[in-house]
């Protein structure tokens, strides 16, 4: 086992003797999971040949050991903070459709490859299946006192259709984006406030992510409760740092708990624990923010356009109230890092193109609040967002589990498997579009064969597709177009970049906002 390896294994051996004396003696598990690995190593020469020999279709693939399966490759070969980089060697070393084997047997099927990413997200499934995150499922189902279900985005089947119709609706309805605009012309002009007070006199900005993440959160809460926050005051109060924290540690506690040892199922790890207690810092912040919404709510006018959402929610007798509350938490959670890493990959790929933004800033009125037509009549934005999305999209797969026998890659897939669609990887083939690797936004204005935008799906495919879609792009191409009429911007060197089951900056980011 190479280094991080052992580190990471020691890290959870650690975390059961750190653990308060249990109701059952774990004492003898380290020295019995040790042995196991021991155990396991030493069969895996004799028993890999014999498992690979048993690979469903026979697809290419890495060697999968008993009980391991190929995770070990994220615990020795690959970094799991490196993922992205880790799938890119893979399809290096693989082919554009290969399978990895989980600790359980079962195939996971990745796939980078245009026809077959095209079939799986075009499959017209009513209720499609994506693979739940298991440790969101197992914690929320341990607390029926606070989730009835395990969330819209865990949930499957029926259930999951219920939630969607009932709480959708407002989120997706260009009505209600529309109605949003004053709100959001003023939280993005509090946040070129926030950008002008923080800025160095050589233009720097250091710790942008941090005051993105911000962004991300008072936006998506004043969508959510219907109420400005408070998010982008200067000083920001300690309730948003925790909540930004919290919501960063919930992404990593799912990503180590799907690519990392599965121990946390069977003992309370330090990670399982770490998950829990993102989950309820986030439950506890959500909650006193919804009574706060609520008690601003009874003194307000009821047609207040800017509760719309809040108001429905919390009103549909349909739904139970701890659906109510877990949705509104699930909103928020899902929408602050996913739009904050957008902006700061969107600023970070634009800065290379002193060009663009020249001709973004001729396309706009000279500074005020920008109207969807402003918007519009300024086609090089949405270029630009849309460019970025394609070369360096937050979510780079998408999961599912396919409703029906599909053949990929030549390979006869049964329902039911667990597929990886790679639509990141596959946007940056060259084979897929012109110059792939490069940030090119005139693409989206005039078409360069070979171009296929089909398979550009930074929110997703089909019915699961994210219900904030409308929304996040409303609001990048309204903090790009502002940001640009005030400054030019640049970036010293490359952005590092990790895997903390979104793609996100590492912090902190600094970049340089210039008058022009
Ligand atoms: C740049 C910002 C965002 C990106 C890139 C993004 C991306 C995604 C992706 C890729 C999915 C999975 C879709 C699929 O499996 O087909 C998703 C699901 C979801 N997103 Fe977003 N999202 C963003 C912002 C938001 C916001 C602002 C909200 C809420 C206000 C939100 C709420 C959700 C929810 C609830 C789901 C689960 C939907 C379901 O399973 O039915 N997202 N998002």
């Known amino acids: 086992m190479s280094l991080p390896g052992v580190f990471l294994f020691s890290h959870y051996v650690e975390s059961f003797w750190s653990t308060p004396p249990p109701l059952v003696d774990w004492s003898g598990v380290p020295t019995l999971v040790l042995a196991l690995v021991a155990l396991v190593m030493a069969a895996t020469a004799l028993l890999t040949r014999s498992v690979e020999g048993k690979r469903p279709c026979r697809l290419p693939g890495p060697a999968a050991l008993p009980l391991l399966g190929t995770r070990w490759l994220f615990w020795s070969r690959y970094k799991m903070n490196k993922l992205h980089e880790a799938y890119e060697d893979m399809f290096r070393r693989y082919g554009p459709v290969f399978a990895e084997t989980t600790p359980g047997g079962a195939?996971?099927?990745?796939?980078?490859?245009?026809?077959?990413?095209?079939?799986?997200?075009?499959?017209?499934?009513?209720?499609?299946?994506?693979?739940?995150?298991?440790?969101?499922?197992?914690?929320?189902?341990?607390?029926?006192?606070?989730?009835?279900?395990?969330?819209?985005?865990?949930?499957?089947?029926?259930?999951?259709?219920?939630?969607?119709?009932h709480l959708t609706s407002e989120l997706t309805s260009p009505h209600t984006i529309q109605g949003f605009i004053p709100e959001l012309n003023s939280i993005c002009d509090d946040f070129l406030n926030l950008l002008k007070n923080c800025r160095r006199p050589d233009g720097i900005v250091h710790g942008f992510d941090q005051l993105t993440n911000r962004m991300g959160l008072e936006s998506v809460c004043g969508l959510m409760l219907g109420t400005r926050l408070g998010f982008l005051e200067r000083w920001m109060s300690g309730r948003a740092a925790a909540l930004a924290a919290a919501v960063k540690a919930?992404?990593?506690?799912?990503?180590?708990?799907?690519?990392?040892?599965?121990?946390?199922?069977?003992?309370?790890?330090?990670?399982?624990?770490?998950?829990?207690?993102?989950e309820e810092t986030i439950h506890m912040i959500v909650s006193e923010l919804m009574e706060e919404a609520k008690s601003r709510t009874r003194g307000a006018a009821q047609d207040d356009g800017m509760?719309?959402?809040?108001?429905?929610?919390?009103?549909?007798?349909?739904l139970d109230m701890r659906d109510k509350k877990a949705a509104v938490i699930d909103f928020i959670t899902a929408g602050i890092e996913t739009l904050a890493n957008s902006l700061v990959f969107l600023l970070y790929l634009l800065s290379g193109r002193a060009d663009w933004q020249q001709r973004i800033r001729s396309e706009l009125p000279a500074c005020g609040d920008l109207r969807v037509e402003e918007l519009a009549a300024a086609p090089s934005v949405r270029a630009a967002v849309n460019e970025a999305f394609r070369l360096l999209p937050t979510a780079p797969f998408l999961a599912r589990l396919l409703d029906a026998p599909m053949t990929i890659g030549g390979?006869?897939?049964?329902?039911?498997?667990?597929?990886?669609?790679?639509?990141?990887?596959?946007?940056?083939?060259?084979?897929?579009?012109?110059?792939?690797?490069?940030?090119?936004?005139?693409?989206?204005?005039?078409?360069?064969e070979p171009h296929a935008p089909g398979i550009v799906a930074p929110f997703g495919r089909g019915r699961r597709m994210c219900p904030g879609k409308r929304f996040v792009e409303l609001e990048l191409h309204l903090i790009l177009a502002k940001i640009i009429q005030h400054w030019r911007v640049e970036f010293d060197g490359e952005l590092d970049i990790q895997f903390d089951f979104l793609l996100s900056p590492k912090s902190p980011v600094s970049l340089r906002l210039v008058e022009w």
């Not at 499934?125 to 995150?133: D, H, L, N, S």
């Not at 509760?307 to 349909?318: A, R, S, T």
């Not at 990887?425 to 897929?432: G, M």
């Open 411 to 448: 390979h006869r897939l049964p329902a039911g498997t667990f597929v990886l669609a790679h639509t990141g990887a596959a946007c940056r083939r060259e084979e897929n579009f012109w110059r792939a690797s490069e940030y090119l936004p005139e693409r989206w204005i005039e078409v360069r």
């Open 250 to 278: 919930h992404f990593r506690a799912q990503r180590d708990s799907y690519y990392g040892a599965p121990l946390w199922k069977f003992a309370p790890t330090s990670l399982y624990k770490t998950f829990v207690r993102s």
């Open 107 to 165: 195939m996971v099927v990745s796939i980078a490859e245009r026809t077959a990413l095209e079939a799986v997200l075009r499959t017209p499934a009513k209720r499609p299946y994506r693979p739940p995150t298991e440790i969101v499922q197992v914690y929320r189902r341990s607390r029926p006192d606070r989730y009835a279900s395990t969330g819209l985005v865990n949930e499957q089947g029926e259930k999951w259709h219920h939630l969607r119709r």
């Open 307 to 318: 509760q719309e959402i809040f108001l429905k929610i919390l009103g549909n007798p349909e």
